[in-house]
């Protein structure tokens, strides 16, 4: 007896009503259609936005060179690495501090102001990372 297979779609990661993260409470073996209920916590990674997890892609398939990213979204540099900055925060990493722009807060906080301002972080994400800078 064969089991007719669903249509697969990406796991939700925010409540269509209010926005809240959503958790996962039940998981089925595709092979036998065993499921198990309980509180699961999701790896990182499926906390990602759609738009996230592309940039998470490219900058992969790129091995990590902005320059490569730049070309195949079409996005200049401090773009790039808004949008790097914004996947760290949202994966809950906090950016590695590079040495020769350590005493440059004033420019971090800019950078965080104009994430926040185009859209790339929550108000709580540039809150957090504001909070962070030493």
Not at 23 to 40: A, K, L, P, Q
Not at 56 to 80: C, D, K, Q, W
């Amino acid at each position: 007896m064969g089991r007719t297979m669903q249509k697969s779609h990406p796991q939700p990661t925010r409540c269509p009503i209010c926005s809240g993260k959503l958790v996962v409470t039940e998981v089925t073996c595709e092979d036998c259609g065993t499921s198990i209920r309980g509180h699961f916590l999701p790896n990182r990674f499926a906390q990602l936005e759609g738009e996230q997890l592309h940039f998470l892609e490219v900058f992969l398939r790129n091995r990590g060179m902005l320059a490569g990213v730049e070309r195949e979204l079409g996005i200049s540099y401090p773009t790039a690495r808004n949008k790097l900055d914004a996947l760290l925060l949202a994966l809950g990493l906090t950016p590695a501090v590079i040495p020769e722009h350590n005493g440059n807060l004033a420019q971090q906080r800019r950078e965080i102001l104009d994430m926040l301002e185009q859209g790339q972080i929550t108000a709580e994400e540039a809150a957090r990372k504001l909070r962070q800078l030493r």
